[in-house]
């Protein structure tokens, strides 16, 4: 039969395990084994938090209140009790008797490193809760150092998870990715609620690496994690979590999701936990477009509870979602007067400080005063371009550009409004650069990164757990590239005379509220030009990518002709809209292309008044001028790799090779994945002909097939070195997706990310046969010192085929 000690220690891992019923019943069990005052007392501090976490606060401190006023308790019994009530005050959100109980309990258990490590991890919570990140990560550093002396690393796991979390409230991402990634395993593996736990605040992290949808599904999966436990305070700051990454998404069902939140909240007697919940409920009123009075007035007694209960950042943000209401009901100087009463600093969350900056433009905006806008969105922008510049992953930099959408929307529509073109410039490059902006490092050699992605490339299809985790974990490691490097935008004056010296001209296509405009611009001339409606332009863009794919599966036999037909009946109706009306002011000149998203797959080669034309699209015209400054570096070393199940793959770079004396070929079983990156890390050009896949929701993840499997965007951040120049001769490869605003990844854009200069891939389907002709003409040009975009303007006019190949970067 268990004595009273031994089920007590049964009770306290119990309640490790989150099993806080059971914990429960085997304290109730060991109590009436005892009279032993001390015993007793352990057994009340055990039973407080199990009370707490089962809806029964109130029980939960009168019991730990009772040790503290009983006789025959040890001072480390003692030290417990008050480390437990600080734990308790945390939870129901009274701040300063939390510090108060916590910082008596950590004097009073020195020197036990156990207890210790317990109460300044709980300290370190209750600062993490309230905005004090410093503090925290101090606490939580601690803990750290206490449970690696008493030898427990469950618990020191905790801590450096915890640490983590710290770091992502002081902005930083990556510290954050570290310590979470080195603990969360660890902890997921405890119990289902630990593995939710870790699943709930990985997704906080996810929301500020912009990933706001994988968020949402890790939170909903938490949340039904934590119901089937019966843990209904736990689903409740899950559902606050939840409802606060909605707000963006989807404000109505982040308002009712809040409110379901704060109703279990109030029940269990946690009033500042419920006014948060509350607050968010507002915040998504106010998203969703609501302008009622009554809303401020509920706001503003929100605000003031927050405050008082020392949750100031949440405070803030509110306030300054109110100055957003007040704006909306046309109330400028009530709005001015919200700003100013509002502080916010570089200790900041990113997303408040960059929220605070759109507040700010729009009140700008509002009176009339477009260059303060402007300034307001240029220096929002600024610090997130700062923030991103702390990792280098193309992937990070890409997702979390979305914080940075609607200040950039806020300085276009300010310098439309303008409509002098050296505005229109800069700000269509601002909008269209919130990642390219940053340039990466190379990264340093990462053997896990590299051992995972062949793992993936021979994983068994089928089996979608596996490959969902590999995919998961890929994606984590590249998260910890190097840092990057700021750019700004060049400006006009600089960009044409880039243009004059290359008798060259740029069109940038901006599309804002619906509307598509074209910025065009030579070395001597720059106008703005209105296009039209964008919606009727990105219908007709969907018919031609269809019809594309179907002329090149039906080259011959009879429909062909009739397919051709139509297909450039589409293409004429789509350049009287994007082509004509700027053909007066770019003249026959090479072009340099920066479109709009919403222009992605548009065969800008196929559109008359533009073939034969030398096209290149780069990433921004800012990256266009720092590379054409300089000739395309000769080439001398050519690769060519030939993928399998591809009818005229051999035969494509065999006859591609005849132009190249010191040309490579990889084809058959020697065209696997590690023999393709030896010979891209050699040679000036490479050719890869294979099939192609361009999955939309993780671009990074776009593949040729190579003999043993695909080889993926990951795999060539890895590279050490890359070519000036890739052909993607693979179907889809050329394809973007569109992932925030104006950004757009895919194969050719990690090619240019990693430092190739020009990129030549098809937006479409292209037959076996087609391919094999085209880039044997091609490669003749290019061997003879023609640029790679001026060879291919001369292919694509050569052939009464449409032709969707596109040349990315810089061309010429």
Same mark, same amino acid.
């Given at each position: 039969m268990d004595d009273a000690e031994h089920l007590h220690q049964l009770a306290v891992a119990a309640g490790r395990e989150n099993s806080y019923p059971r914990a429960l019943e085997l304290v109730a069990e060991a109590r009436a084994r005892t009279t032993d005052p001390n015993l007793l007392a352990r057994l009340d501090v055990t039973a407080a938090y199990g009370e707490a976490e089962t809806g029964n606060l109130a029980r939960a401190i009168a019991l730990c209140e009772g040790v503290l006023e009983s006789d025959g308790v040890e001072p480390l019994t003692i030290g417990l009790a008050l480390g437990q009530l600080g734990l308790l005050h945390t939870r129901n959100g009274d701040a300063a008797e939390a510090e108060r109980r916590l910082t008596a309990a950590i004097a009073q258990l020195t020197g036990v490193p156990e207890h210790l490590g317990v109460a300044s991890l709980n300290r370190g919570v209750m600062f993490l809760e309230h905005g004090n990140a410093d503090r925290a990560a101090e606490d939580f550093t601690t803990a750290a150092e206490q449970f690696a002396l008493a030898g427990i690393p469950t618990e020191r796991a905790k801590a450096i998870y915890n640490l983590g979390c710290a770091q992502l409230q002081r902005n930083d991402l990556i510290a954050a990715m570290k310590g979470m990634d080195e603990a969360g395993p660890t902890l997921a593996a405890l119990s289902p609620v630990n593995s939710a736990i870790v699943a709930q605040d990985r997704a906080e992290m996810l929301v500020a690496a912009g990933r706001a949808h994988e968020a949402i599904e890790a939170l909903q999966s938490a949340a039904a994690a934590f119901g089937r436990e019966g843990l209904r305070r736990f689903q409740a700051e899950c559902e606050f979590d939840l409802a606060r990454t909605l707000l963006a998404q989807d404000p109505a069902r982040s308002k009712s999701v809040a409110q379901h939140a704060a109703r279990v909240f109030g029940a269990q007697g946690s009033t500042s936990w419920a006014a948060r919940a509350k607050a968010i409920a507002i915040e998504a009123e106010i998203q969703d477009g609501a302008t009622g009075k009554d809303l401020l007035t509920r706001g503003d007694v929100l605000a003031t509870e927050l405050t008082g209960s020392g949750l100031r950042p949440e405070a803030h943000r509110l306030g300054l979602n109110l100055a957003r209401l007040a704006l909306r009901r046309k109330d400028?100087?009530?709005?001015?007067?919200?700003?100013?009463?509002?502080?916010?600093?570089?200790?900041?969350?990113?997303?408040?400080?960059?929220?605070?900056? #759109?507040?700010?433009?729009?009140?700008?905006?509002?009176?009339?005063?477009?260059?303060?806008?402007?300034?307001?969105?240029?220096?929002?922008?600024?610090?997130?371009?700062?923030?991103?510049?702390?990792?280098?992953?193309?992937?990070?930099?890409?997702?979390?550009?979305?914080?940075?959408?609607? =200040?950039?929307? =806020?300085?276009? &529509?300010?310098?439309?409004?303008?409509?002098?073109? #050296?505005?229109?410039? #800069?700000?269509? #490059? &601002?909008? &269209?650069? =919130?990642?390219s902006r940053v340039s990466a490092l190379r990264p340093p050699p990462d053997p896990e990164l590299a051992a995972d992605l062949t793992a993936l490339r021979v994983a068994d299809p089928k089996d979608l757990a596996t490959r969902r985790m590999l995919r998961d974990r890929i994606r984590a490691h590249s998260w910890f590239a190097a840092q990057g490097t700021i750019g700004e935008p060049t400006d006009l004056a600089t960009l044409q005379a880039r243009l004059a010296a290359d008798d060259s001209a740029l069109i940038a296509h901006v599309v804002l509220d619906g509307t598509l405009t074209a910025l065009a611009a030579t070395g001597t001339d720059a106008a703005v030009i209105p296009l039209g409606d964008a919606v009727a332009v990105r219908t007709l863009l969907d018919r031609i990518a269809a019809d594309l794919d179907f002329a090149a599966q039906n080259r011959d036999g009879g429909m062909a002709a009739a397919i051709r037909t139509s297909l450039r009946a589409d293409l004429a109706q789509l350049a009287d809209v994007l082509v004509r009306p700027v053909l007066a002011t770019v003249g026959y000149r090479r072009l340099v292309l920066t479109p709009s998203a919403l222009l992605s797959g548009t065969p800008w080669t196929e559109l008359p008044g533009l073939i034969g034309r030398p096209i290149t699209v780069p990433t921004s015209a800012t990256r266009w001028v720092q590379q054409a400054a300089e000739p395309i570096a000769a080439v001398r070393e050519v690769g060519f790799l030939a993928g399998p199940r591809l009818s005229r793959s051999q035969e494509e770079v065999q006859r591609a090779k005849q132009s190249w004396p010191r040309g490579h070929v990889l084809g058959g079983d020697e065209a696997d994945a590690a023999r393709a990156g030896w010979l891209a890390a050699r040679v000036d050009l490479l050719h890869i002909a294979g099939h192609g896949s361009h999955p939309g929701d993780h671009p990074l993840f776009a593949a040729v097939e190579l003999a043993d499997g695909p080889w993926f965007g990951h795999d060539i951040d890895l590279l050490p070195r890359v070519p000036e120049v890739v052909v993607l001769s693979a179907c889809d490869l050329g394809q973007i997706s569109v992932v925030h605003g104006e950004e757009s990844v895919g194969m050719s854009a990690v090619w240019l990310h990693t430092g190739t200069r020009a990129v030549v891939s098809s937006l479409a389907l292209l037959s076996d046969d087609l391919a094999c002709e085209v880039f044997a003409s091609w490669h003749h040009l290019v061997s003879t010192g023609v640029a790679p975009a001026d060879a291919l303007a001369q292919v694509s006019a050569a052939t009464d085929d449409v032709l969707p190949l596109l040349c990315f970067g810089a061309g010429w």
């Open positions: 400028l100087p009530g709005a001015a007067l919200r700003l100013a009463k509002i502080p916010v600093t570089t200790d900041s969350a990113i997303t408040t400080r960059l929220l605070a900056r #759109e507040v700010r433009a729009e009140l700008a905006a509002a009176r009339g005063q477009d260059g303060r806008a402007r300034m307001y969105a240029r220096n929002g922008l600024a610090e997130l371009h700062a923030w991103q510049a702390t990792f280098g992953s193309l992937d990070l930099q890409t997702s979390a550009a979305g914080h940075g959408q609607h =200040l950039a929307r =806020l300085g276009l &529509r300010a310098a439309m409004h303008d409509g002098n073109p #050296e505005v229109v410039f #800069e700000w269509s #490059e &601002r909008a &269209r650069a =919130l990642a």
